[in-house]
């Protein structure tokens, strides 16, 4: 079993960046792959991106590719996402997930962190 744990939200103005981190207890998490998704209210949550338990393929939604990157420390325990270009689109309840296959899919996942608030101001 893996408990997640976001941090490295905030508030930001459009055009700007932040790194979100999310680490990981027990060594469970080298083995699974990770990805990031997001929430505003009234809304689903969306996928955001993806990366395999080894770091060496990545999936990015449509709407960040160029924008966002996803990698991972196997060594910390930890996945990040660096969100470059901002907008105030991206403002939403950032979480990461954890699951056995690198998916968009987030039922997929068994196991999320808490989220962390992510705002954009224009």
């Known amino acids: 079993q893996v408990q997640l744990g976001e941090s490295g939200g905030g508030l930001v103005q459009a055009g700007g960046s932040l790194r979100l981190s999310c680490a990981a207890s027990?060594?469970?998490?080298?083995?699974?792959?990770m990805g990031w998704f997001r929430q505003v209210p009234g809304k689903e949550r969306a996928f955001v991106a993806a990366?395999?338990?080894?770091?060496?393929?990545?999936v990015y939604a449509d709407s960040v590719k160029g924008r966002f990157t996803i990698s991972r420390d196997n060594a910390k325990n930890t996945v990040y996402l660096q969100m470059n270009t901002l907008k105030p689109e991206d403002t939403a309840v950032y979480y990461c997930?954890?699951?056995?296959?690198?998916?968009?899919?987030?039922?997929?996942?068994?196991?999320w962190g808490q989220g962390t608030q992510v705002t954009v101001s224009s």
């Open positions: 997930a954890g699951g056995p296959i690198m998916t968009m899919t987030q039922k997929e996942f068994p196991y």
């Open positions: 027990g060594r469970a998490f080298r083995g699974y792959a």
């Open positions: 990366i395999s338990a080894g770091g060496m393929r990545t």
